[in-house]
């Protein structure tokens, strides 16, 4: 009798066909060290496709083979078992097009019925956990409203424990994938094939760190923090913007124009008290928009004199102490530390005192070199400071943008008085570096400086 019964069993999973999906997948998590313990988020490249996607620091990356993917997208129900064979614990992926109560059975090789789960499904892609199944080959079935899909898997588990299968996660057709487990860690799909050269860059407050590596097996990347360097990336938290640095003398620089956009106003919107933030030749008041123009991309933000003090009062010292529209850890320059900077370049301090015209190829130093952004002839263009310093023009006091090419502002921290502020200010005719004094409601570029 009991040879018959297996007989039966036997019979009736031959109507299955058995196929073992060998794509590769691999789990992996990220930890932070070094001068931060915290991994704000993580961007993933593979360099080898050509893909990239960003992932919150407690979120898993699920590498998953490519050569699966055509059988998840083209099927009813698919589904596929991953490590195969495994030791301890293996998981199964089944992908449905539509909201259903599966069954599962698995089998042993004699047809002895070892685990039944009955589970609601999500539409999209579900992860089970295959676990303590003792050393053998098993048979699984997966039923549907549907219809039914049919897998095989080895466990190599020496020790006889407590065969199961669990539900632990789910993930839409889009593949943002929301966990089941307590927590809030997310997994985060992305197609691989081993071999692939994967870059992550992790951020942490406005530290950046950068991990190449060739996944092989799932495992957990150490994304090591190091000091702040000046001439290191820096990331805007407030945005994401991240700003290239450059040491001149003793002063640490961003060497690009701030891009911090909390609203955006069209030119003819202006005020020497209210705060307004401009984008070049952009005239509407939706910053998603602004900030998907070139000018935005290229040249940043004009502000006018409230919006780059952000509330703050007219200094003259040397640090200025007015952290203004710049990040945390940054200030907006005073006057002096303007002078600093042309000082080192190499003028005298009776010319960095002049107003106008000064100097003589200091503005050559710190501006970038070529036409792609200064309109011809860039006189004196050397950027041997690395300040690379853009033409991104004006607000002008008149309600109209200009200059964009020839000429750029910067403010200073630095009142003359009630209507007037210090600011520097290069042109694409001369190398010399101008100080003038402007009203406060012209719009005009920043460049931050670290405390």
């Known amino acids: 009798m009991k040879r018959k019964k297996i007989l039966l069993l036997t019979c009736v ?25 915290t991994l704000d988020s993580v961007y993933v490249e593979n360099l080898t496709q050509g893909t990239s996607l960003t992932l919150q620091g407690s979120d898993t990356l699920h590498l998953y083979g490519t050569a699966s993917v055509t059988s998840l997208y083209h099927s009813n129900a698919d589904l596929r078992i991953y490590p195969n064979p495994f030791t301890e614990k293996s998981h199964l992926e089944i992908y449905i097009e539509v909201p259903t109560v599966a069954t599962i059975d698995v089998y042993d090789a004699v047809g ?19 676990s303590g199944f003792a050393s053998g080959h098993y ?7 549907s219809g039914q899909k049919s897998a095989s898997f080895i466990s190599l588990n020496t020790a006889s424990q407590n065969p199961q299968i669990e539900l632990k996660s789910t993930f839409a057709e889009d593949f943002q994938l929301k966990s089941t487990e307590k927590g809030t860690k997310n997994i985060v799909p992305m197609p691989y094939t081993t071999g692939d050269q994967m870059q992550f860059t992790g951020y942490s407050g406005s530290l950046i760190a950068v991990v190449t ?4 097996s799932s495992k957990t990347i150490d994304v090591v923090f190091a000091p702040f360097t000046c001439g290191d990336a820096f990331i805007d938290t407030r945005d994401g913007n991240v700003y290239a640095t450059v040491q001149i003398g003793t002063q640490c620089w961003m060497a690009e ?12 919107t202006g005020s020497k008290t209210t705060p307004f933030y401009y984008v070049y030749d952009y005239d509407g008041t939706d910053t998603n928009a602004a900030k998907a123009t070139a000018n935005y991309t290229t040249y940043g933000v004009l502000y006018n004199w409230p919006a780059a003090m952000n509330g703050a009062v007219s200094s003259t010292s040397n640090p200025s102490g007015v952290q203004g529209i710049c990040p945390t850890g940054w200030h907006l ?7 600093q900077l042309e000082m080192f370049l190499g003028m005298t301090q009776a010319e960095a005192n002049n107003i106008g015209w000064r100097g003589t190829d200091e503005g050559g130093k710190l501006k970038e070199t070529g036409t792609t952004h200064w309109n011809s002839p860039n006189t004196g263009a050397t950027n041997s400071s690395g300040f690379t310093a853009l033409p991104g023009g004006v607000r002008g006091y008149s309600g109209s943008f200009s200059f964009i090419g020839n000429t750029g502002y910067w403010w200073s921290s630095t009142e003359d008085d009630t209507y007037y502020v210090w600011l520097r200010f290069l042109q694409n005719y001369f190398s010399n570096a101008f100080r003038e004094k402007y009203v406060k409601e012209v719009g005009h570029s920043v460049r931050c400086l670290r405390d």
């Not at 999973?13 to 196929?19: D, V």
């Not at 048979?139 to 409203?145: E, G, P, Q, S």
Request: charged share 15%; net charge positive; glycine share 6%.
């Open 213 to 216: 590596d060739v996944p092989t």
């Open 112 to 130: 002895k019925h070892m685990v039944h789960l009955k589970q609601s499904i999500h539409k999209g892609h579900n992860t089970f956990d295959i």
């Open 257 to 268: 124009n701030l891009k911090y956009l909390p609203s955006v106003v069209g030119s003819a």
């Open 13 to 37: 999973l031959c109507g299955f066909a058995f196929t073992v999906i060998r794509a590769q997948s691999y789990y992996i998590d990220f930890t932070a060290s070094g001068a931060a313990t």
């Open 333 to 339: 320059p005073s006057d002096a530390e303007w002078k």
């Open 139 to 145: 048979h699984l079935i997966v039923k549907t409203a």
